[in-house]
C-alpha cells in the first residue's frame, strides 16, 4: 500500500494551538498524520472517516498510541457522532478534505491511471448505493454539464456531457479506461465525477456550521481545501464572522516534496 505525506501538517498543527489534555477533532482522519501530530502535542482525538478501509489503516497506525479513538461516519453528521462521543466542546477541528494518495493507489476508480478499475469512486460502498458509473450512464445531458460545471466553465461543460450521451448509447461505461476514451485529459473530469458521488460539497456545507457550533469559545476550526469551488465554501461561511485571512498555502519546499500540496490552501477560524 502506498503512503500518504499529510500536507500542510506543521501549518496545520500550530493553526489548531494545541493545549495539552484538549479535545480536537480530525473530521478527516485518514491515514492518521495530523492525528498523529495533535497526539504528540498532547491533545486528545476524535478521529472520523467515511472509508472503513482509511479508518482501518489510521488504527493501524496509531497502534501504540493513547489518549484517542475512531469512529467511523461521515462527517456531514459530525455534531451527533461528537456528542455521542462526548466531544461537544472542543478545542479544535481539523477538515483535510478529498482524498488520500492511497484511494489513487487502490482499485476503486480513484486515478486516471488505474484505467482497467471500474468506474466506481464511493468512499463508503456500505453506506452509498450510486457509482460514479451509475451517474455516467443515467444523468441526463443537461445534470451532466451541471456536474462537470464544477471543475470547468460551461461550453467545455457542455460538450463533454454531450461526448459522453452519445458514447454511452454506443456502449455501457464500466472503467475508468471507458470514461478517458471519451473525455480524453480526464483530471478535472474525473474530480467533478469523485465530488459528486460523494457529495462532498453538499456535505462541507452541512459540516462547516455543525464544525462551528462544536467549538468552545477561543476554539479553532481549520479546513484544508484542494479546489477552488471548496475553498470559496469555507471562505464564504469564515467571512460571515469578520474578513477572512488570506489561506495558507504549502511553501515551495512541500510542494517539490509532495507535488498533491500545490493546490491545498488552508483558513483558520476562531471562534469568538
Ligand atoms: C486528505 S485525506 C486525510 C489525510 C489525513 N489528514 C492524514 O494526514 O493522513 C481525507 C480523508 O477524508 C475522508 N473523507 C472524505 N470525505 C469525508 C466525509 N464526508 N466524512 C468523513 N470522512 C471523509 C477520506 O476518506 C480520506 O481518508
Redesign the pocket.
Known amino acids: 500500500m502506498s503512503e500518504?505525506t499529510?500536507?500542510l501538517?506543521s501549518e496545520a498543527i500550530e493553526a489548531l494551538h494545541i493545549n495539552k489534555g484538549g479535545k480536537y477533532i480530525?473530521?478527516?482522519?485518514?491515514?492518521?498524520?495530523?492525528?498523529a501530530a495533535i497526539l504528540k502535542a498532547g491533545g486528545v482525538v476524535l478521529g472520523?472517516?467515511?472509508?472503513p478501509i482509511?479508518l482501518a489503516l489510521a488504527k493501524k497506525k496509531l497502534s501504540g498510541e493513547t489518549r484517542y479513538r475512531l469512529v467511523p461516519?461521515?462527517?456531514?453528521n459530525l455534531k451527533t457522532i461528537a456528542q455521542g462521543q462526548g466531544f461537544d466542546r472542543v478545542d479544535g477541528i481539523l477538515f483535510?478534505?478529498?482524498?488520500?494518495t492511497i484511494?489513487y493507489a487502490d482499485e476503486r476508480g480513484f486515478s486516471f491511471s488505474e484505467s482497467a478499475s471500474l468506474l466506481d469512486m464511493r468512499?463508503n460502498p456500505q453506506t452509498q448505493a450510486v457509482t460514479a458509473a451509475d451517474l455516467v450512464n443515467s444523468l441526463p445531458e443537461s445534470q451532466l454539464a451541471v456536474l462537470f460545471e464544477d471543475v470547468m466553465t460551461f461550453k467545455p461543460a457542455r460538450r463533454l456531457a454531450n461526448k459522453i450521451v452519445k458514447a454511452r448509447s454506443e456502449k455501457k461505461i464500466k472503467t475508468v479506461g471507458d470514461f478517458l476514451e471519451i473525455v480524453g485529459e480526464g483530471r478535472k473530469p474525473m474530480m467533478a465525477l469523485r465530488m459528486a458521488v460523494?457529495s462532498?460539497v453538499e456535505?462541507l456545507k452541512a459540516a462547516l456550521p455543525q464544525a462551528l457550533s462544536l467549538l468552545k469559545t477561543g476554539g479553532r476550526l481549520v479546513v484544508i481545501s484542494f479546489h477552488s469551488g471548496e475553498d470559496r465554501i469555507v471562505k464564504e461561511f469564515f467571512g460571515r464572522f469578520g474578513r477572512p485571512a488570506r489561506p495558507v498555502i504549502a511553501s515551495q519546499a512541500e510542494v517539490i516534496k509532495n507535488p498533491s500540496a500545490r493546490s491545498a490552501k488552508m483558513r483558520v477560524l476562531i471562534k469568538i
Open positions: 500518504h499529510s500536507v501538517l480530525d473530521a478527516t482522519v485518514g491515514a492518521a498524520g495530523h492525528t472520523i472517516d467515511d472509508d482509511m461516519g461521515n462527517f456531514r483535510d478534505l478529498g482524498i488520500s484511494h468512499l460523494n462532498e456535505n
